[in-house]
């Protein structure tokens, strides 16, 4: 079926989530809004507008990683070719818009399938729609799901073929050394246990570059955080106002991450689902994080999930970004 797309099916609601979506939608901002330091998971900064926001920041002069990864994606995708010449499934959690995908789609004609998993079933749709125009001898079989949860889909396809998940974007530094490691067994899960894993990571510890590309001078990135407030007026009826709140970036030298916040720029009670949130002046909702990991303290966590390290692609531009190839054990 052209729109099939495979996920929990419900009757929809006026907010336009499922309802056990819309539950743990509500329930994740109740509880992180009233904890001692407001938080948000960074997953929800992911509707069809802050994708589309995502893929605009991507292309600012600011963000290096977009870059860096798309030429070490097409330099490194003849040896994929040798190394891994019977590839025939593609996994992406978190795909978004599929648009470095792309570069692997059309340099791997060996592919029979790809499998984009994304929380956000509109940009799914609407990728999907255009990857089967555009590679209409490629099976595309989507899927609605959070890969962030504990318990990875059971995937369609033929034991017998090759799979890899691809993981780009340096995604993985959304997650704390724990949750990473959590996410690599699932990554193994995926594949079942046999199968390879190409992942893309920023390894720089360099403070202006991070905080240039997180504070881009267009304020895209500031509309893609500040749209989380957007979409929970939305979807949850709240009264957020959105100008008396700041788009935040900082380095965390200790966590060696770079923290997104929003900051209330004055005392304001907000109420969301018949719950009233206070703020005080100067308080922040942290929305985000990208940790910097090491190669060292990465491959270290890999091996212990699991994956044994086979190639490494290194940016000659000294940005620090990498593209690492792992192989199940």
Known sequence: MQHEILKARSHGQKNHLDPATFEAFQSDVLYGLSQPQKSLPCKWLYDATGAQLFEEITQTPEYYLTRTETQLLRELSGDLVRRIPDLAVLIEPGSGASVKTRLLLQALPQLKQYIPIDISEEMLL????????????????????????????????????ERMVFFPGSTIGNFSPKEAQRLLR??????????????????????????????????????????????????????????KFQHKALFNSLESRVEMHLVSTQAQVIEIAGHLVIFEPGETIHTENSYKYSLDNLDSMAQGCGWQLEQTWLDKTGTGFTIILYKSI
């Open 186 to 243: 699932s990554f193994d899960a995926l594949v079942r246990h046999n199968g390879w894993l190409l992942l893309g990571v920023d390894t720089t510890q360099d403070k202006n570059r991070l905080l240039a590309a997180y504070n881009d001078s267009a304020g895209i990135t500031a509309q893609f955080n500040k749209n989380i407030l957007v979409r929970i007026n939305r979807e949850l009826g709240a009264n957020f106002d959105i100008g």
């Open 126 to 161: 609407d990728t999907t729609q255009q990857l089967r125009q555009d590679f209409p001898s490629l099976e595309i079989s989507p899927y609605v799901h959070d890969f962030a949860q504990l318990v990875p889909p059971r995937l369609r396809f033929a034991e017998s073929q």
